[in-house]
């Protein structure tokens, strides 16, 4: 009876080894070499360049300048917007727009030039690249985009919840947000139930010593 507890313990202790290997905390994941660069180290005058793109993408996207309810662009902070009278939003897929499309590009390069210049370096660019993906569907969320032309944008991640010129959510923000909250409570649900069976093994070999 004693070994078949003891060995009962030993089977829930690899259990619990193995879950514990499997879950990883919220944020672990992988990412590319570490920048500080934002979209105002764009020389001032490509920023002003941009800016008459994005506004210029912005009524073309709605169809006409008359059909523009907001389209602006600061040239100084790269704060932008662009709302459509009618239903053909292009900031709907912000991505495409200028300046996040700029941002992001200037992040990737940055991104690669801070890759070590050793045997992995190739492998560190094309995480990057394959990290930033501009253009497309899988670029990095951009916080460039405010309710105001004066407001100050996010130039490092999402703004903080009390400002008072946050820029405006975006369905995939809060899918993103969803997201984590879930693995966040993956995992303490993982650490409760690793906590309660290494109470279980502890009892069982204490009872199998008797």
Known sequence: MKSYLFVTALALAFTASTAQSNTAAPGAATTPAS???TVLNIDAGERTNICQR?????ATMCGSPSQTATNFCNATSMAWNC???NSNNGSNATYLD???FAECNGKSIACSAACPAD?????CVQ???NFYSC??????ASYLQTGNENDTPAYNGPPPPASSSAAPASSTNTASSTTISKQSLAYKFDIGFEM???AAITALLAHAML
């Not at 994005?54 to 912005?58: D, E, F, P, R």
């Not at 045997?119 to 492998?123: F, G, P, V």
């Open 119 to 123: 045997a992995q370096r190739s492998t």
């Open 54 to 58: 994005q506004t210029s993408y912005c």
């Open 35 to 37: 920048t500080s660069w």
């Open 83 to 85: 709302v459509c009278t």
């Open 135 to 140: 253009g497309t569907t899988k670029a990095p």
């Open 196 to 198: 309660a069976g290494f």
């Open 127 to 129: 995480s990057c690249t």
């Open 98 to 100: 200028p300046v996040p």
